[in-house]
């Protein structure tokens, strides 16, 4: 199954989205997904298990967990403790710019867990605020009074300001990883993201985590949704949107560094997951303001 590509609201001005405490299941969730908006995730009660980029963590009530855009993931909710959680949903371009020169940016605590690859947070200490801006936000929303789209985006600035102070190196809180069922599918993901744009083979995979290539792959997939080749064909295509995005390198050389022997293949394979050829992605990024 190849992963989704979440879709919010074509054309609309607002790049904003909200499920509000929803009760979430396997038959609800979707499975593993990416999408280019940041999002994030609170869980209010029931526990499971959460996949997001390379670590899989355990959920409680009070976790909040960080997705930046382009990022895979996928939701495990325990049959018999179904997770309650609100997921709020934003463009980048939905943040104003920082014109006060101090290096602040509303998108920090983002930035700061994708630097650690750490994407969960324990907010039992200012659980209470978080829930705050969520309430805000769900009211304004349904009440649609004049201004309540900028009374959201100002509740989401509160809401990422927060969050920035609370994930700072000196203020971050750690947390642990699943990994008591299969430890070795953690040290497996932890393997593919080192040597992601190397030869790596289901068959080298299952020997160094001294299980069976059938069994490998059934854990995997039910953990990730993906396939061992599906999964890093897609980080690969994740890690060549960032370099189209950021760098001015040539196509055919940012093929040749995400793995790709093939320039044809390259771009069989980007608009197979993005929906877009490489050189049209790279013209619409760069018309984006920065």
């Known amino acids: 199954m190849k992963p989704l590509r979440k879709q919010f609201k074509p054309g609309s001005p607002f790049m904003f989205d909200i499920a509000y405490r929803e009760t979430k299941s396997s038959h609800t969730e979707l499975p593993e997904h990416f999408h280019d908006w940041y999002e994030i995730v609170h869980i209010h009660a029931g526990s499971g298990t959460f996949f997001i ?14 997705i930046p855009g382009d990022t895979i993931h996928r939701a495990l909710p325990d049959a018999a403790d179904p997770v309650v ?11 104003p710019p920082n014109i006060y020169g101090d290096g602040f940016s509303y998108l920090d605590a983002f930035e700061q867990s994708k630097l ?11 659980r209470d605020t978080i829930e705050q801006q969520f ?13 309540c ?27 642990v990883p699943a990994g008591h069922v299969w430890p070795w599918i953690g040290q497996a993901l932890q393997y593919i993201e080192e040597h992601l744009f190397a030869d ?3 068959p080298q995979l299952a020997r160094e985590a001294a299980v069976s290539p059938s069994h490998f792959s059934r ?36 093929a040749a560094q995400c793995g790709f022997e093939s320039l044809p293949y390259f771009h069989k394979k980007f608009k197979a997951v993005t929906g877009s050829t490489p050189s049209r992605f790279r013209r619409l990024t760069l018309n984006f303001p920065t």
Not at 232 to 243: G, M, Y
């Open 53 to 66: 980029d390379q670590t899989l963590y355990d959920v409680k009530p009070g976790d909040l967990f960080l």
């Open 85 to 95: 959680a609100t997921s709020l949903y934003f463009s980048p371009l939905l943040i």
């Open 116 to 126: 650690v690859k750490q994407y969960q947070l324990d907010t039992r200490t200012y």
């Open 135 to 147: 309430e805000r936000i769900e009211e304004e929303l349904s009440e649609k009074r004049p201004g």
């Open 149 to 175: 789209r900028q009374a959201v985006q100002l509740a989401l600035q509160h809401l990422l300001l927060v969050l920035a102070r609370h994930t700072t190196p000196a203020n971050a809180v750690a947390s």
């Open 200 to 202: 790596i083979h289901l």
């Open 219 to 254: 854990v995997f997939k039910q953990l990730t949704g993906m396939n061992v080749t599906e999964y890093i064909l897609t980080k690969r295509i994740l890690s060549a949107k960032e370099l189209l995005s950021r760098t001015d390198d040539k196509i055919s050389d940012i």
